[in-house]
Every structure is written in structure tokens, then in C-alpha cells.
């Protein structure tokens, strides 16, 4: 993992001014809204050279990642205070700081210790409540009517038997289809792009290659793919880890693999 708070000479520099500044912060927050507001608007225009522009800008882009740099691990219960960060820049370029390069680097590696450990935790919690609010789906489904099970453990219902082609493994398929989690987030949807999607079907997840052959073109099945023949352990923004996955599967056409052309 990359060490999320590192703070560099050139950065310590810039913040200086905002240490310096911080009782005149404190004034700031009481101003009125229209004081703030043309405070921010003379900011922009009291620094005349392209120098002292450069630097300002300099400031502001730094502060903004410094207040990211805080905030994220406050996400997950690391609260680090913004005045003792300011207080770490002030004595630096006072020369009186408290840390030794060595007691900093120490101190940073820690955190960047702590943060994985605590987002691991996280990921590990998150990834069994998935599993099991899975587990759960999948036995509620089986028992509905007219749901199929594989040997793999794919369930499906036949909403709809097509009558065209079925299509095999190294075919590619044109399909409309929704994904959702089993909580009912919907994920992906083609039916939303307003697009069928096409793509070899051995170019998916397993669970997709092995259902969609089980279709015949014109079919609409609902198909829920266990965690082992989707993502598994994989975490994504919109995919937690262990998810059981919810499809809805349209086979519009299948076109079948070419032969390579033969030698001249």
C-alpha cells in the first residue's frame, strides 16, 4: 500500500504561511458570509507578480491534499488534528521541531501500518457480510418455482424460452442484460445505456460463459451466480468482495466463432 501522508520540504514550506495565519483563521470563521466572501475574492487578486501567484496556488493545491490526507483515515477511525499538524510545521521552521527525520519516518510508517491493517479489517468484515447475505439469497431462490440449479451451483429461472441458436463457449453473444447485488443495487445495465452489449463468451466470468449456453437465442432468463464464479475476492467500487450477483439475461444473436481462413 502507498504510504497515504507524506509531508515533503517543499510542502512543509508552503504551509508555513497557513501555521503563521492560523489566528487570523480563527477571526475569519466568525466574519460574516459577505466579510468571507470578498476576503476570498481579494485573495485572488492582492498577489500581482506570476511568483506570488505560483505560490499561492501552490498553497491552495497543498492544503487541499493535506485536508484529504486528514480526512481520509478519520474514515476509518484515525483522527489526526489538524492544529498539531500545523504545530509539526511551525516548530520545523522555528528549528525547534520535536522529531528526528529518523522519529518521523518511524512515526509515518506506523500510520500507514495502522491504516492498512484498519482497512483490511474493514474489507474482511465487509467481504463475509457479503457472503452471507449470499448464502441467504441463494437458499431463499432455490426454493422458489420453476429455479434450476447447476452442478456448479448457478441458479436460474426461465422467464421467457427462446427458440433460435444456442451458442457455445468460443461464440460471441449479443445480449441485454441488468446486474444487481442481492441487497437490489443494480451495477451494470445495458437495458440503461439503451445498447445491447457484445462480447466472446468465454471472455466473461465463469458463471455468465456457463448460463448463457444454456440459452437458445430469444431466451430471458434471471440467473443469480455464486461468488466463486463471479468476482470472488475481488473488491471493486460497485462490486463488494464475495458478492452473489443477480443477472437478468436477454440473448438477442449469437455469432458464431469464424474459422481461420486457410493458407494461400
Same mark, same amino acid.
Given at each position: 500500500m502507498k504510504p497515504i501522508f507524506k509531508v515533503s520540504l517543499?510542502?512543509?514550506?508552503?504551509?508555513?504561511? &497557513?501555521?503563521?495565519?492560523? /489566528? /487570523? $483563521?480563527?477571526? =475569519?470563521?466568525?466574519?460574516?458570509?459577505?466579510?468571507? %466572501?470578498?476576503? =476570498?475574492a481579494s485573495a485572488t487578486t492582492q498577489y500581482k507578480t506570476d511568483d506570488e501567484k505560483a505560490a499561492y496556488a501552490i498553497g491552495v493545491s497543498f492544503a487541499n491534499y493535506l485536508n484529504t490526507s486528514i480526512e481520509k483515515p478519520a474514515e476509518i477511525g484515525i483522527n489526526l488534528d489538524k492544529d498539531i499538524v500545523l504545530k509539526g510545521i511551525e516548530d520545523v521552521f522555528s528549528d525547534k521541531s520535536g522529531m528526528t527525520e529518523e522519529e518521523t519516518a518511524k512515526v509515518l510508517q506506523g500510520l500507514d501500518k495502522r491504516v492498512s491493517e484498519k482497512m483490511q479489517a474493514q474489507a474482511a468484515e465487509k467481504s463475509a457480510a457479503s457472503k452471507k447475505a449470499g448464502d441467504e439469497f441463494r437458499a431463499n431462490f432455490e426454493k *422458489?418455482?420453476?429455479?434450476?440449479?447447476?452442478?456448479?451451483?448457478?441458479? !436460474?429461472?426461465? *422467464?421467457?424460452?427462446?427458440?433460435? =441458436? #444456442?451458442?457455445?463457449? +468460443?461464440? #460471441?453473444?449479443? &445480449?441485454?442484460y441488468e446486474g444487481k447485488l442481492v441487497d437490489g443495487t443494480k451495477f451494470d445495465s445495458s437495458y440503461d445505456r439503451k445498447e445491447p452489449a457484445t462480447f466472446p463468451l468465454n471472455r466473461v466470468i465463469p458463471g455468465w460463459t456457463e448460463a448463457v449456453q444454456l440459452m437458445? &437465442?430469444? $431466451?430471458? !432468463?434471471? @440467473?443469480?451466480?455464486?461468488?466463486?464464479?463471479?468476482?470472488? /475476492?475481488?473488491?471493486?467500487? +460497485?462490486?463488494? %468482495?464475495?458478492?452473489?450477483? @443477480?443477472? *437478468?439475461? /436477454?440473448?438477442m444473436s449469437v455469432k458464431a466463432e469464424q474459422a481461420p481462413a486457410a493458407a494461400q
Open positions: 517543499l510542502a512543509a514550506t508552503v504551509l508555513l504561511a &497557513v501555521g503563521c495565519q492560523k /489566528e /487570523e $483563521s480563527k477571526d =475569519a470563521q466568525t466574519a460574516a458570509p459577505t466579510e468571507q %466572501a470578498q476576503s =476570498a *422458489e418455482d420453476g429455479v434450476k440449479k447447476t452442478e456448479s451451483g448457478i441458479l !436460474y429461472k426461465v *422467464e421467457k424460452e427462446g427458440t433460435g =441458436a #444456442t451458442p457455445k463457449a +468460443t461464440d #460471441t453473444v449479443v &445480449v441485454n437458445k &437465442v430469444g $431466451s430471458k !432468463y434471471q @440467473v443469480v451466480i455464486p461468488p466463486e464464479l463471479a468476482y470472488g /475476492e475481488q473488491d471493486t467500487p +460497485t462490486i463488494p %468482495a464475495n458478492s452473489t450477483l @443477480v443477472f *437478468e439475461i /436477454e440473448l
